[in-house]
């Protein structure tokens, strides 16, 4: 029997354009394949979680418009339970995604989910404290994060912090996260050290384990990802596959990594679990929509 997840974060509807290659300053080109779709790393995630087997609900802001009915009518599609605010001060979030050969380069305007402060989630304080993981981003305030932290802390309820896209953290908060998951990027901004080979992302690892992070997953692109279970650092290689759209395989490793270990799995085969989901996700195009189901994945 799976745990309850609760996810705490972004959602934005998502604008997507192919491109043959990045513009010059100045220039028009003409791209291909226009699609609206919902998206946001929080929204993304609570679905994969949900598509993976898991239990989850979230918690996070929407303008008054057609946007945010897009994104409430993807949640429900997907059997997540939304809780938190839906304000006409500010517009649904926005991603600008271009879409160049498989690889994405994105713009966002947060809109609402600027709305989600330390007293909206303090008003679902009791499910965070009943959850027995709640996963966050940054693509909310960093002031909401460490209020979350806070109040997971008091009652045991682990942490899994995406720390995207990079924003300078306190040092407090890293002692309060049980896991944390940063990209190659994401890693380096926290660091200084850049995980580019083996002996750099096991540096990268064991500086986040200085700061206090209990747990730490590299995800590395098409070389798979890094992690450590206590002082052993393991490598794990991505599974070869045609790659179409990797707008949500982050999305998608964090919910099949979270799901898998809310089913009492070790870290390890929810690694496995996480890495192969993320493999289908990248082979179709789309956010949300990308992610597999759990009876996709052998």
């Known amino acids: 029997m799976s745990g309850k997840i609760i996810v705490i974060g972004s959602m934005n509807a998502d604008l997507v354009v192919h491109s043959p290659r990045m513009p010059q300053i100045g220039e028009t080109l003409t791209g291909s394949r226009f699609q609206v779709n919902a998206g946001g790393k929080g929204l993304n995630q609570a679905v994969a979680i949900a598509k993976l087997g898991g239990s989850a609900s979230f918690c996070g802001c929407v303008g008054n418009d057609s946007n945010g009915e897009l ?20 517009p649904t979030g926005i991603a600008m995604i271009t879409v160049i050969d498989g690889n994405n380069f994105i713009i966002l305007d947060p809109g609402a989910n600027e709305k989600l402060t330390p007293e909206v989630v303090e008003e679902y304080s009791g499910l965070i404290a009943e959850s027995d993981f709640c996963v966050m981003q940054l693509e909310i305030p960093v002031k909401t994060v460490l209020k979350v932290c806070e109040i997971a802390e008091k009652s045991d309820t682990k942490i899994l912090l995406n720390p995207a896209p990079y924003k300078e953290l306190p040092d407090e908060i890293f002692t309060k996260i049980d896991y944390i998951i940063p990209n190659e990027h994401e890693a380096y901004d926290l660091t200084g050290v850049y995980p580019d080979n083996e002996e750099n992302t096991e540096k990268a690892i ?20 890094s992690y450590n279970i206590g002082d052993e650092i393991i490598f794990k290689p991505a599974l070869k596959t045609e790659v179409v759209d990797t707008t949500s395989a982050g999305d998608t490793f964090i919910g099949g990594l979270v799901s898998s270990l809310s089913q009492n799995k070790t870290l390890s085969d929810s690694v496995d679990f996480a890495t192969k989901a993320s493999a289908i996700t ?13 009876d996709e994945i052998e």
């Open 71 to 90: 994104l409430l009518n993807e949640l429900k599609g997907s059997n997540v339970d939304f809780k938190g605010l839906k304000t006409s001060e500010a």
């Open 206 to 225: 064991l500086k986040l384990r200085q700061k206090g992070a209990k747990n730490v997953i590299i995800t590395l692109g098409e070389r798979g990802c």
């Open 282 to 294: 990248v082979s179709r195009e789309g956010a949300s929509k990308s992610i597999p189901y759990a």
